[in-house]
């Protein structure tokens, strides 16, 4: 693939800003989901409990997770470029600088949040356990239950990563390939399961193919679709289309007769596709407000649990009658939306930005090694005269 090697210059920022604006929507509707359920039991006052129907039966969440992944797959295998020194090396310094200064900070901050002041027990094997972010191959309590989303990027950064290595990273009909592949694992899973009551590889499997398998269309959605890499090939671009039509209408209206639309994750996750196409290709949302909540969405995603549990708690000290317990729902939403873009804009200005350039210049340096190493001469060897 002549991309996904294109590295995003600030040429190319202004070209992007309209995928600032589907980050910014999909942790707004992550956010309105949890913050509608958590809010509707405050009090027998609250009102506008549509606010809630509407997320639950959408299942917000859910799309908003599936338009971040889908981000990550247009995004992330374009900053990659194989043509520098320790091309491996440099992108995984970055990634890890992007994530883990952030991730860090919100296990503290989740654990009070949401065990702490609770009575809950999070002790120091769990707080250990959490920074690696491998707490679910432990068993271990998670600070915030979001965190599996941030190992399902971690997996699409090492497949990325194998794809590189093994020299199929400019070879597009490979990332069609797999994720034609990973989507069958998921929908053999579930059909399946559908028709036998029978687990095979299990759901949680299951969805991490599909996961990961819609990161992949992502990537290709942007080389074929928006950037024609698939123009010299129809079988490439009858792929993509397959696998769009296949997870818009086909999966779909398959579970839907098989199960019907209760608890039926593949209709939020064709709204979630619906989503990211409508804001690539035909509504693209550009504005000074998308930009900010764009840049700070990790943040709103990371840390809108606390805000929203440390607001719960102190609610919960009026009586349950009073006006501050009365209110209608969609208030807390705006409310908890406010204070959390707050202190996201802190975070990403105190922890993530520093964060980010930290990993550019660690990556700079290690690559600048890299460099040094290769231009070496090797023992025994006498460089050539010029």
Request: cysteine-free; charged content about 15%; hydrophobic content about 55%.
């Given at each position: 693939?002549?991309?996904?090697?294109?590295?995003?210059?600030?040429?190319?920022?202004?070209?992007?800003?309209?995928?600032?604006?589907?980050?910014?929507?999909?942790?707004?509707l992550v956010l309105w989901r949890h913050v509608a359920d958590a809010f509707a039991?405050?009090?027998?006052?609250?009102?506008?409990?549509?606010?809630?129907?509407?997320?639950?039966?959408?299942?917000?969440?859910?799309?908003?997770?599936?338009?971040?992944?889908?981000?990550?797959?247009?995004?992330?295998?374009?900053?990659?470029?194989?043509?520098r020194p320790s091309p491996v090396a440099t992108?995984?310094?970055?990634?890890?600088?992007?994530?883990?200064?952030?991730?860090?900070?919100?296990?503290?901050?989740g654990a009070f949040a949401t065990c702490w002041i609770w009575g809950l027990p999070f002790g120091l094997r769990e707080f250990l356990v959490n920074l690696t972010l491998l707490q679910d191959f432990f068993g271990v309590r998670a600070a915030l239950g979001l965190y599996w989303t941030l190992l399902v990027e971690w997996a699409f950064y090492l497949l990325c990563v194998v794809l590189l290595l093994t020299g199929s990273f400019a070879r597009p009909r490979r990332w069609l390939a797999l994720s034609v592949l990973f989507s069958a694992f998921y929908s053999a899973e579930m059909l399946a399961y559908w028709a036998t009551g029978v687990r095979v590889i299990g759901p949680t499997a299951a969805f991490a193919f599909l996961n990961v398998s819609l990161m992949l269309l992502g990537t290709l959605y942007r080389h074929v679709l928006v950037e024609g890499g698939g123009d010299g090939d129809p079988g490439l671009r009858v792929g993509v289309f397959g696998l769009l039509a296949w997870h818009l209408l086909a999966l779909p209206a398959g579970a839907t007769l098989a199960i019907g639309t209760a608890v039926n994750a593949t209709i939020p996750y064709a709204f979630g596709l619906l989503v990211f196409v409508a804001g690539v290709s035909f509504v693209p949302l550009r504005s000074r407000l998308t930009d900010w909540l764009g840049r700070v969405s990790y943040s709103i995603y990371l840390f809108h649990p606390v805000v929203f549990m440390l607001s719960i708690w102190w609610l919960q000290r009026f009586p349950v009658q009073s006006a501050w317990r009365s209110q209608h729902l969609g208030v807390y939403v705006l409310a908890n939306a406010i204070?959390?873009?707050?202190?996201?804009?802190?975070?990403?200005?105190?922890?993530?930005?520093?964060?980010?350039?930290?990993?550019?210049r660690v990556a700079r340096w290690w690559g600048g090694r890299a460099l040094r190493d290769a231009q070496r001469p090797r023992d025994g060897v006498v460089p050539a005269e010029g």
């Open positions: 693939m002549s991309g996904p090697v294109v590295d995003n210059s600030v040429a190319g920022a202004d070209r992007l800003r309209h995928i600032d604006a589907l980050r910014a929507i999909a942790a707004l039991g405050l009090g027998p006052g609250v009102h506008g409990l549509w606010v809630v129907d509407w997320s639950a039966a959408l299942d917000f969440g859910r799309i908003g997770v599936v338009a971040f992944f889908l981000v990550s797959g247009y995004v992330i295998p374009f900053s990659i470029d194989p043509a992108f995984l310094i970055k990634r890890f600088f992007r994530i883990y200064p952030a991730y860090w900070l919100s296990i503290p901050l204070l959390t873009g707050a202190f996201a804009t802190l975070v990403y200005h105190w922890v993530e930005r520093p964060g980010m350039r930290l990993g550019r």
